[in-house]
């Protein structure tokens, strides 16, 4: 009972610096701004190479002071991750072709050697490259690029290291 005053004292104190609205507001519906992307619809940033049943792509984005500078770095990286996806390709048909039941020459370390040394040396000057620069108002262009090869193209070239029919016709039925 000697401590019933202080309780109600310590209640009237916490109740009189209560707000007087309610603590859970409804959250107002924002409508988001679409922010036009200057990128092209073909670039994704998490991807670097794709291929599909006709053509290997490699995508890149660079961005510099200088648009020559921007546009030379995005067609190099383009250039070069066309060549990772060939590789990639190139790599699951030797893995394919080790697995089946006559495949003991593709496990071997010389055709490894030859098939990457054949990939590392293709010629890529002739695949297609589609550059699109952006200028941002901080003064740096950004240039998206887009190097393209088709299958056949980088099939015909393995084809004059390799001269292995047999994996050049695997390859392209995949």
């Known amino acids: 009972m000697k401590y019933f ?10 109740s009189a610096c209560s707000p007087t609205e309610n603590l859970i507001e409804e959250a107002e519906q924002e ?48 250039t070069n991750n066309l060549r ?30 030859q098939l990457r040394n054949a990939i590392r040396y293709m010629d890529l000057s002739g695949s297609e490259i589609e550059l699109q620069t952006d200028y941002s108002d901080e003064g740096i262009y950004y240039t998206y690029a887009r190097a393209t090869m088709t299958m056949e193209t980088a ?3 393995l084809a004059v290291i390799l001269n292995d029919p047999g994996f050049i016709n695997q390859m392209l039925s995949q």
């Open 5 to 14: 005053p202080g309780f109600i004292l310590v209640f009237t104190v916490l």
């Open 155 to 157: 099939a015909q070239q």
């Open 84 to 113: 990772f996806e060939i590789d990639r390709l190139a790599e699951e048909t030797r893995r394919n072709l080790a697995d089946s039941s006559d495949g003991t020459e593709y496990m071997t370390p010389s055709f490894m050697i």
């Open 31 to 78: 409508i988001a701004e679409e922010i036009a992307s200057p990128a092209p619809p073909w670039y994704r940033a998490t991807v670097q190479s794709s291929a599909d049943s006709l053509t290997f792509h490699g995508y890149s984005m660079a961005s510099a002071y200088d648009s020559e500078n921007a546009d030379a770095l995005a067609r190099d990286t383009a």
